[in-house]
T-cell receptor
Framework: DAGITQSPRHKVTETGTPVTLRCHQTENHRYMYWYRQDPGHGLRLIHYSYGVKDTDKGEVSDGYSVSRSKTEDFLLTLESATSSQTSVYFC?????????????FGQGTRLTVV | AQTVTQSQPEMSVQEAETVTLSCTYDTSENNYYLFWYKQPPSRQMILVIRQEAYKQQNATENRFSVNFQKAAKSFSLKISDSQLGDTAMYFCAFMLYNNNDMRFGAGTRLTVKP
C-alpha cells in the first residue's frame, strides 16, 4: 500500500467550529488532492496541490481552505463547519506522468457536523 | 473543466456472466489518462485499469477490459466471468496529462448475484 495516512479517521463536530483534516504521505509524490464523497455525487474535488505552497481550487471549494507547507503534508480546513459538509473525505496522491501514473488514496475520514 | 458522467447508478449481473459499465467524459484536451477505480464496502479505492489517451489499443487486465472511443469520449469497462468479489462501487476517472488534475464520475454500484 502507498504510504498515505489521513487523520483523524472519524470526527464529530458542532456547526460553526473550525476543523482541520490532515493528509500525510511518505511517497514524495508531487500531487496531493482532497475529495469529498457523497451518495449520488461520487468523488468531487475540493482542492489539489501541485507542489509545496502551490494549490488550486476544485469543483466544490467553497467553505474549504488548504495548505501545503512541505511535500508530505496537505491540510484541509473547514473554517466554520456546516451540516452540508458532513461527508467522507479522501486524500489522494499522484506523481507526474508516465505509463504507471495513478492516484493512491487514503482510507478516508468520516466527518459529521451536528 | 473536465467532466465525467456515469449514467448507470446501479447494475447487477449473475455470477460468471459479463457486464459493461459506461462512462463518458468531456474535455478539450488531447493528452490525458482514464481510469476505473473499484471501491468495496471497506471504502478503500483500488485501481482496476488505466488507459492513456494517446494509445489506441484498449487496456486489459485479466477479466477487466475497456472500450476506449476517443472521438466519442467514451470509456466503458467490461468485466468478464463476474465474481462475487466484484461487488462494489465503480468510479470512472479522468486525469489531465500536464497537471494531474483528476475528476471522477458519480459511480456505478455493481452487485454480482450468486
Amino acid at each position: 500500500d502507498a504510504g498515505i495516512t489521513q487523520s483523524p479517521r472519524h470526527k464529530v463536530t458542532e456547526t460553526g467550529t473550525p476543523v482541520t483534516l490532515r493528509c500525510h504521505q511518505t511517497e514524495n509524490h508531487r500531487y496531493m488532492y482532497w475529495y469529498r464523497q457523497d451518495p449520488g455525487h461520487g468523488l468531487r474535488l475540493i482542492h489539489y496541490s501541485y507542489g509545496v505552497k502551490d494549490t488550486d481550487k476544485g469543483e466544490v471549494s467553497d467553505g474549504y481552505s488548504v495548505s501545503r507547507s512541505k511535500t508530505e503534508d496537505f491540510l484541509l480546513t473547514l473554517e466554520s463547519a456546516t451540516s452540508s459538509q458532513t461527508s467522507v473525505y479522501f486524500c489522494a496522491i499522484s506523481n507526474l506522468g508516465g505509463a504507471n501514473t495513478e492516484a493512491f488514496f487514503g482510507q478516508g475520514t468520516r466527518l459529521t457536523v451536528v | 473543466a473536465q467532466t465525467v458522467t456515469q449514467s448507470q447508478p446501479e447494475m447487477s449481473v449473475q455470477e460468471a456472466e459479463t457486464v459493461t459499465l459506461s462512462c463518458t467524459y468531456d474535455t478539450s484536451e488531447n493528452n490525458y489518462y482514464l481510469f476505473w477505480y473499484k471501491q468495496p464496502p471497506s471504502r478503500q479505492m483500488i485501481l482496476v485499469i488505466r488507459q492513456e489517451a494517446y494509445k489506441q489499443q484498449n487496456a486489459t487486465e485479466n477479466r477487466f477490459s475497456v472500450n476506449f472511443q476517443k472521438a466519442a469520449k467514451s470509456f466503458s469497462l467490461k468485466i468478464s466471468d463476474s465474481q462475487l468479489g466484484d461487488t462494489a462501487m465503480y468510479f470512472c476517472a479522468f486525469m489531465l496529462y500536464n497537471n494531474n488534475d483528476m475528476r471522477f464520475g458519480a459511480g456505478t454500484r455493481l452487485t454480482v448475484k450468486p
